[in-house]
């Protein structure tokens, strides 16, 4: 039971104010100032104080006893199964927790990406940072809690869930299988990078597989004729922008924002070094794009007029770089009566029919790359001009015409055989 006293001295009390003795529930005694001068009150103050400590042994026995049952079956369920250390990290936080009464303050999926992103905010594009923010969007709108849960608690089938998500909204979204990939690309990088951090034991992300791509629309060059008639048809900036790309095969956005300083007049040579090219860590890694303006740029150039700074195309420069496609697409392409998707040249599906290819202004690239191929220019300065690094991207957008296919074929000696008996 508690008690209160009042510390004396020679002549009298002390102090004024009593002093309790109550048992803590460790069973140890404390010994504590009330604040309070009347023997009463302090008593009572005293008595509430000694139950609290009671209630508390009480849960820290109830806590031991959830301790023992969750070792018990832990051990039992690792000799069953075979032990193994992310179990081991599990096991570590759930004892924590019981034993302090509160959860683990461990950072949650949803919360490591979001830092991830801030790291990775000045490694990558501002498109690319852009199309993370839109992953984790989907994620937290389809996942049904998965981005709340801990780290060290994640599971391959929890990702594969997050999968099974963006699948079931497919049919709201439109959104390709491709896209579905590339988002649960950023995820698993996410993860990978946890996993080096050294804050999970297993890149849980390696055995997740990819969705076949069976869905994806195929991107189709232009024609000769058409890249004439969307120039013809293109009024301001519009017409150098498609003879730039059409000559160049440079993006949009590179395009929007090619300057003038950026050309040499005494050689032709356009040089960008875009944002990604600036990222890179080491200068060695720095691979400009670097392209020579053909008879018909220049002269478009000349026409407007040369200068010696600022923006080539200011008027797209200024437009929301989301709506530059869609400008170019919706409007210019209609406009000019150049259809938005045609037959592929040469794949055809199980019945016989040929796949459809789609358009849009990135389409221009894959006709100057392919120009290119077809007059017999080198994969390496197809490269270097397009900033592609490695070869089987370059294939993706060299698409061979038949004359290419009949000149290069007749190179090769033919067999007489009439003269074979």
Known sequence: MATVYRKRKKDG??????????????????????????????????????????????????????????????????????????DGIKAVVKLHEIAAGKD??????????????????????????????????????????ILDKRLVELEPADLYELQRGLLREREETKITKKTINYKMSVIKGAIKDAYVDGLISRNIGLGVKELPEDDSTLKVPFTRPEIQTLIQSAEGNWKGMILCGANTGWRISVLANLRWEDIDPG????????????????????????????????????FIGLKKKGYIFPD??????????????????????????????????????????????????????????????????????????????????????????????EKVPDIEWQAVQ
């Open 13 to 86: 009390f002390a102090s004024p104010y009593w002093f309790a003795r109550y048992k803590l529930a460790n069973g140890k005694y404390a010994y504590k100032k009330t604040g309070l001068t009347k023997k009463r009150e302090a008593k009572h103050l005293a008595n509430e104080w000694e139950v609290e400590q009671s209630k508390l042994s009480k849960h820290q026995s109830k806590r031991g006893e959830e301790v023992q049952e969750y070792l018990e079956r832990f051990v039992a369920e690792q000799n069953r199964k075979g032990w193994n250390a992310e």
């Open 104 to 145: 683990l303050k461990l950072p949650t999926l949803k919360r490591h990406f979001l830092d991830w992103m801030i790291r990775k905010k000045e490694m990558v594009s501002e498109s690319n940072y852009k199309t993370y923010g839109h992953a984790i969007k989907s994620f937290d709108r389809t996942s049904v809690g």
């Open 267 to 302: 050689t032709r040579i356009v040089v960008d070094q875009n944002n990604k090219q600036m990222r890179a860590k080491k200068l060695k890694n720095r691979k400009p794009m670097v392209a020579y303006l053909k008879d018909s740029t220049w002269n478009y150039l000349k």
């Open 316 to 409: 797209i420069q200024a437009m929301n770089r989301d709506m530059r496609s869609d400008y170019f697409a919706e409007k210019l392409m209609v406009k000019a009566g150049v259809p938005k998707a045609v037959p592929h040249q040469y794949l055809k599906d199980k019945k016989g029919k040929p796949i459809m290819g789609e358009r849009t202004f990135h389409c221009l690239r894959h006709s100057a790359i392919s120009d290119m191929a077809n007059n017999d220019v080198s994969m390496d300065v197809r490269k270097k001009s397009v900033g592609q690094s490695t070869d089987r991207v370059n294939e993706m957008y060299t698409h061979i015409d038949h004359e290419t296919i009949k000149r290069n074929f």
